[in-house]
């Protein structure tokens, strides 16, 4: 069983930064490529970035390239995701996920390559 907290959502006005963090505690394996999604209102679940277990690769969807860093440090078993210049269409609700199989350099941008998922974090942008 895997556990995923977030924390360092909340309100922040147009420009402003914010940055986003995932501890993975339980049966976890520093083997676990992590991603970052995201749900805005009477929306669906959108990929946003992800990162191997190793931390050589990482993937960005095209709204958060140039803008989202994503990063982790795995003595912490912890993954960040640092958003700046953010935007009031960045509003949502965001979603930390874990893959327990994946290779050394693998990153997924698809939900169901995920099978653990946190509670999720309110990101609000006001314009």
Request: net charge positive; hydrophobic share 30%; proline share 1%.
């Given at each position: 069983?895997?556990?995923?907290v977030?924390?360092g959502?909340?309100?922040v006005?147009?420009?402003?930064?914010?940055?986003?963090?995932?501890?993975?505690?339980g049966?976890?394996?520093?083997?676990?490529?992590?991603?970052?999604?995201?749900?805005?209102?009477?929306k669906?679940?959108e990929?946003?970035?992800?990162?191997?277990?190793?931390?050589?690769?990482?993937?960005?969807?095209?709204?958060?390239?140039?803008?989202f860093?994503?990063?982790?440090?795995?003595?912490k078993?912890?993954?960040?995701?640092?958003?700046?210049?953010?935007?009031p269409?960045?509003?949502a609700?965001?979603?930390?996920?874990?893959?327990?199989?994946s290779?050394?350099?693998?990153?997924g941008s698809?939900?169901?390559?995920?099978d653990n998922?946190?509670?999720?974090?309110?990101v609000?942008?006001?314009?």
């Open positions: 069983q895997v556990q995923l977030e924390s959502g909340g309100l006005q147009t420009g402003g930064s914010l940055r986003l963090s995932c501890a993975a505690s049966r976890t394996s520093r083997r676990s490529a992590m991603g970052w999604f995201r749900q805005g209102p009477g669906e679940r990929f946003v970035a992800a990162i191997s277990w190793s931390g050589t690769t990482t993937s960005y969807a095209d709204s958060a390239k140039g803008r860093t994503i990063s982790r440090d795995n003595a078993n912890t993954v960040y995701l640092q958003m700046n210049s953010l935007k269409e960045d509003t609700v965001y979603y930390c996920a874990l893959n327990t199989k290779s050394f350099a693998w990153v698809q939900t169901h390559q995920y998922w946190g509670q999720g974090a309110q609000t942008v006001s314009s």
